[in-house]
């Protein structure tokens, strides 16, 4: 943003004395001498006194100015604020993974950024990955979780030969590593609540032990990896 200028307009009355007197002594042949010496005496009083004047009214208006910029720039800064928190808290939101639950998809420390306005406009896909509240009974320091949804509203979900099947359909998940895990299910989805996995199988908490998680606790849709730098791109 460019940033604001002041302009600043100068004058002087100084020159102005300065020319009366030198008339005054041209139009007086006798005692020309004694007069011009009085009238440029006058004359350079006046322009001193216009100056000095002159300059308190530049400090001011720089003064002024320099007041203006800095509350132009406190209103851009605080503008700026109010819409950074505005679309954190209702639009987009940044979080980083602190687990191994999502490998190879997400690693340790990976930073995501997440859509909160997704599923106001369409319903939750499944393999969607989405951050989402931890269920109330489930203890942790971590607030929120992601993981990938798996099974949605009244589907029967069943995981056996480290396969997944819904409604007694194999699922195809190629964002999985062959990772293995134990058998589960079958289990109903009910209406309104998600089954939830992480894609590192063996070692994620989900809702193989949770159970399913109600669609109001969806916090957003990870949608772009941005760090680190190298695996940039989207979810």
């Given amino acids: 943003m460019p940033a604001p200028t002041a302009v600043a307009s100068e004058s002087s009355d100084a020159q102005t004395g300065g020319g009366t007197s030198n008339s005054d002594d041209a139009s ?18 006046e ?22 910029n800095v509350l132009e720039w406190v209103v851009v800064l605080g503008a700026a604020v109010a819409v950074a928190i ?10 980083f993974i602190p687990s191994e639950s999502m490998e190879t998809t997400l690693f340790e420390n990976d930073r995501i950024l997440v859509n909160k306005v997704s599923y106001r406009l369409h319903d939750v ?9 931890r269920p109330d009974d489930q203890p942790g320091d971590i607030r929120d979780l992601i993981k990938r ?28 590593d062959g990772n ?19 894609d590192n199988r063996d ?3 989900d809702s193989r032990r949770f159970g399913t998680i109600d669609d109001d606790r969806i916090v957003g849709r990870a949608f772009f990896l941005f760090w680190p730098f190298d695996r940039l791109g989207s979810l």
């Fill in 28 to 45: 007086n042949g006798d005692g020309g001498g004694d007069f011009g010496g009085d009238a440029g005496g006058v004359s350079n009083g």
């Fill in 47 to 68: 322009g001193g006194d216009g100056s000095g004047g002159d300059a308190g009214e530049e400090e001011d208006e720089e003064e002024a100015s320099f007041a203006r």
């Fill in 86 to 95: 505005i679309l954190r808290t209702f639009v987009f939101q940044a979080f």
């Fill in 125 to 133: 896909n499944r393999g969607d990955v989405v951050v989402f509240r």
């Fill in 149 to 176: 949804v798996i099974a949605l509203p009244g589907e029967t979900i069943e995981g056996r030969d480290s396969q997944i099947y819904i409604n007694d359909q194999l699922l195809v998940e190629p964002y999985l």
């Fill in 180 to 198: 293995r895990f134990s058998d589960f299910g079958p289990t109903e989805v009910p209406e309104g609540e998600l089954f939830m996995m992480g």
């Fill in 203 to 205: 070692q994620s908490l």
